[in-house]
């Protein structure tokens, strides 16, 4: 297949530009840096053009997103572009705060780039999976599995064509930060999987903090309505989730992943 790698790597971070080399280094694919798009540079007539604090998929999303995540959006945005522009069979799309375990993602990168044009998105969660999910594939001693409810955060994922083509055609406008969007599989169509081991760790601390928080404190009323807010979000993402997962699990069956 026909695949590269995008690192995206705001220009201004460059206490992060050492892990950017170190990605590049443990990419099993050709690679190149994307720079990403700066929301904090963006005035509010810029980020009205993509963003909307509005309805506009389901679930309406509760709060209002700042220029880092906007900024986080439009560049996956310009990753998946880049996949369709060049003919790509698909492109593996990496942000500049991860570690890549060579040897482990050099495994499960294999059984995932063969199967990613049926699949569509394959993510490697520096996370743990958990919860219910259904294998969809198996090899080299890896997993790729589908789970109910699609994890956040986009630190490394394998997009093919027709998935980048498709977020491209759904996400013009978008109301919520990237990760929240794939979790809607009944609104992009695609059943984002996950790569069990991943090969990929966090390394937001050590490459000088995340560029996207702008967390302000607020008052004790505030947070609790907000906990609240957050906690009916997920109550809804998870009864969507629920109910798209059925046509899946009756076919593959269903595992629990530790």
Request: hydrophobic share 40%; aromatic share 6%.
């Amino acid at each position: 297949m026909n695949i590269q790698a995008f690192i995206i790597h705001l220009k201004r971070a460059e206490q992060r530009r050492s892990q950017v080399d170190r990605i590049i280094a443990g990419c099993p694919v050709k690679a190149q840096v994307i720079d990403a798009v700066d929301g904090r540079t963006m005035s509010e007539l810029e980020q009205s053009r993509f963003y909307r604090f509005e309805k506009l998929f389901e679930p309406r999303y509760p709060f209002r997103i700042g220029p880092g995540e906007i900024g986080c959006f439009l560049s996956h945005r310009k990753a998946w572009q880049k996949i369709v522009d060049d003919g790509l069979d698909a492109g593996l799309i990496i942000e500049d705060d991860v570690e890549i375990d060579t040897p482990v993602f050099g495994r499960v990168f294999d059984l995932a780039s063969r199967h990613v044009g049926k699949l569509g998105y394959v993510q490697f969660q520096v996370r743990t999976v958990t919860g219910t999910a259904t294998t969809v594939a198996t090899g080299n001693d890896c997993r790729l599995v589908a789970p109910v409810i699609v994890p956040l955060r986009t630190s490394a994922q394998l997009v093919s064509r027709s998935a980048a083509s498709r977020l491209l055609e759904k996400t013009g406008t978008f109301d919520r930060p990237v990760d929240g969007m794939l979790q809607l599989k009944w609104e992009t169509g695609l059943d984002v999987v996950c790569a069990v081991p991943s090969g990929v760790s966090d390394r937001t601390a050590e490459s000088g903090g995340s560029t996207i928080s702008n967390r302000r404190r607020q008052g004790v009323a505030s947070n609790i309505r907000r906990e609240i807010l957050r906690w009916r979000y997920r109550l809804e993402i998870s009864r969507l989730s629920r109910r798209h997962a059925g046509r899946e699990q009756s076919v593959f069956g269903s595992v629990g992943i530790d």
